[in-house]
C-alpha cells in the first residue's frame, strides 16, 4: 500500500495563492493515479482534480477549473495541487488520494483506496 502526507495548507486573503504537496511513501508511485478533494464544513467532500500516472493528462472540477493546477513529480513521489485566484468558497480541508483502480484517471471519490490526513486551507474575504 501507500502512504499519504499532505502539506503546505494555511490561511491565505481572497486572490491569493498556496501550493498543496503531497508526498507518497511506500509502493511505487508511478503506479498510482492521484487526486485531489476537499471537504468544507457542514458540506459532502467533492473532488477538485486528477491526474494519470505519467503526469500527461488531468481533470479539474468545474469550480476550480483555470484557477487550480494538479501536477506530479514521480521522480520525487509528489503531487501537488497549486491554488490561484482563491475564493473564500474554497475554505475547506484539502485531501489527496491514490488509486491503482482505473485505467488513466477519475474524480470519483470511491475509485481511491488511499488517503492523506488532509491539509487546511482558509481564505479570508
Known amino acids: 500500500q501507500v502512504q499519504l502526507v499532505e502539506s503546505g495548507g494555511g490561511v491565505v486573503q481572497a486572490g491569493g495563492s498556496l501550493r498543496l504537496s503531497c508526498a507518497a511513501s511506500?509502493?511505487?508511485?508511478?503506479?498510482?493515479?492521484m487526486a485531489w478533494f476537499r471537504q468544507a464544513p457542514g458540506k459532502e467532500r467533492e473532488s477538485v482534480a486528477a491526474?494519470?500516472?505519467?503526469?500527461?493528462?488531468?481533470d479539474y472540477a468545474d469550480s476550480v477549473k483555470g484557477r487550480f493546477t494538479i501536477s506530479r513529480d514521480n521522480a520525487k513521489n509528489t503531487v501537488y495541487l497549486h491554488l490561484n485566484s482563491l475564493k473564500p468558497e474554497d475554505t475547506a480541508v484539502y485531501y489527496c488520494?491514490?488509486?491503482?483502480?482505473?485505467?488513466?484517471?477519475?474524480?470519483?471519490?470511491?475509485?481511491?483506496?488511499?488517503w492523506g490526513q488532509g491539509t487546511q486551507v482558509t481564505v479570508s474575504s
Open positions: 491526474i494519470n500516472r505519467r503526469g500527461s493528462n488531468t
Open positions: 511506500g509502493r511505487t508511485f508511478s503506479n498510482y493515479a
Open positions: 488520494a491514490a488509486t491503482q483502480r482505473v485505467y488513466g484517471m477519475t474524480r470519483v471519490d470511491n475509485a481511491y483506496d488511499y
